[in-house]
């Protein structure tokens, strides 16, 4: 039987005011967990799951801004530690299996057959492990920058080169020193963020980690600007005030670096980093190759999959997407894949059009 939002055509971008940020509601998961999570949209709308990245990070108000509000329905939940989720930053029993049964145990909570998929980042892991363990409860996925757990992605982000450095001004102040291969960069890493009682290395460690998350972006959005400049210079003025908001926190960010006292951006940042260091430690908890037969296994069962991939994206390269949606075709699966010129963020300008036209558009 055809859902009833089965359909071939496209819909029209209408802007949707989005509605307040509700507070979000609690799923006990066990003894150790419970799962914060947030309804927004038509309550009896086309159902979707959104995925947050990170690891460690939370669903956000503007991560809404690629639906249609008044004709989907959006479930928004901060995976295990992360977010509103508690109890905050805990990595006891927090496993990717774990993500997957948490997603199910709350489609089943809500009483939904079937719903879609939005996932960006280390999102688009935890939606491929959940698409491969209940295919079908998932109507289709639209995977923004996807994030493939290679040595390529996290040593570019926790490994700086010399020039990084220097442009930041860190000096001596990242406690992972060049030359260090990763799995020791990873526990050096691990110890400071998991200490019990934080000390200036601990809180530079946790700033720092942030600071390489933010300089990263604004290095594929300035990417982007010199592109976009060119081809698109309307496009570029809203890429221009991206950039430059993100330059102006890099410039915060370096000058919090040696600031004595710890606040509680600093709190949350060592719940977020404790999370994301757990989780690049243990390889996302997938074994190698399952990545590709999560593909595979979907591209067999039929789910429809958009892959969305920024084309200066400095965080995950776009030839994770590329690849996996060849893997995708060649095994006869139904499959999109475009690259709009933008680095790794959602709503960047470039990147939320596209977006847009996945999310909105409905299936046969």
Known sequence: MKSKFDTTKTVPLTRVASPAWPRPQHLPLGRLHRMAWRDVGASAGEPWLLLHGGPGSSCQPGMLRSFDLSRQRVVAPDQRGCGASLPKGRTAGNHTAALVADMEALRKHLGIERWSVLAGSWG???????????????????????????????????????????????????????????????????????????????????RGWGLLETAMAARSQRRSLRHTALTNPRQASSIRREWASMRRGE???????????????????????????????????????????????????????????????????????????????????????VEPPSGHLGHEPAMLPALRLSVRRTLT
Request: charged share 20%.
């Open 124 to 206: 688009t892991v935890v939606a491929l492990a959940y698409t491969q363990a209940h295919p079908q409860r998932v109507q289709r996925l639209v995977l923004r920058g996807a994030f493939a757990l290679s040595r390529r992605e996290v040593g570019g982000l926790l490994l700086p080169s010399s020039r990084v450095r220097q442009s930041l001004r860190w000096g001596s102040l990242w406690p992972v020193s060049p030359g260090t291969v990763l799995p020791i960069a990873l526990r050096r890493l691990t110890q400071l963020i998991q200490s019990g009682t934080p000390g200036v290395a601990s809180l530079r460690a946790a």
């Open 251 to 337: 410039k915060r960010a370096i000058a919090r670096l040696q600031r004595p006292g710890k606040t509680r951006a600093d709190r949350n940042a060592f719940a977020k980093f404790r999370i994301q260091a757990h989780y690049l430690r243990h390889a996302g908890f997938m074994r190698p190759g399952q990545l590709d037969l999560s593909v595979m296994q979907a591209a067999r069962h039929g789910t429809p999959v958009d892959w969305v991939h920024g084309q200066f994206d400095a965080i995950c390269p776009p030839a994770n997407s590329r690849r996996w949606a060849a893997l995708g075709r060649a095994v006869g699966g139904a499959v999109s894949h």
